[in-house]
């Protein structure tokens, strides 16, 4: 008995089309073909990823081997600057103590007398000046 009217008119209509007639079968839909690789390649492609792994790896480590070189000449520099730094100040004491004005001054800025000709060393001068000139 066919319908057709109603709800049951398209549910008849929806099983003749997913019954298919005996002995036909649906085409398959056309998907992906897998291909079969040889063992050869298989092979090759795998050593392909294990070179590209190791090209990577180093290439990595001779840049982190580079940032650090660069950090040590980093470092390097900034101890030249801090050297020159402290070079002029001991070239600006040297200077004060090679001007004989400049070290008297400061001599006696300090509470030291100058010494007379006349004078005479004390008792325990004498024997340190004799220990420094024999050396």
Known sequence: MAYTYGNLAVREAERQKQNPKPGHRPKPSPGRRTFKLSALEKLAYLGACFALTAVLGSLVLLTSQLYATN???????????????????????????????????????EGYKPVQ???????????ASHQTASR
């Open 71 to 109: 950090h040590e000449i980093y470092q390097t520099k900034q101890e030249m600057k801090q050297e020159d730094e402290r070079n002029a100040e001991l070239k600006a004491k040297l200077w004060t103590v090679k001007n004989p004005e400049k070290l008297s001054a400061e001599a006696v800025a």
């Open 117 to 127: 000709e006349n004078q005479k060393p004390s008792s325990g001068d004498s024997e």
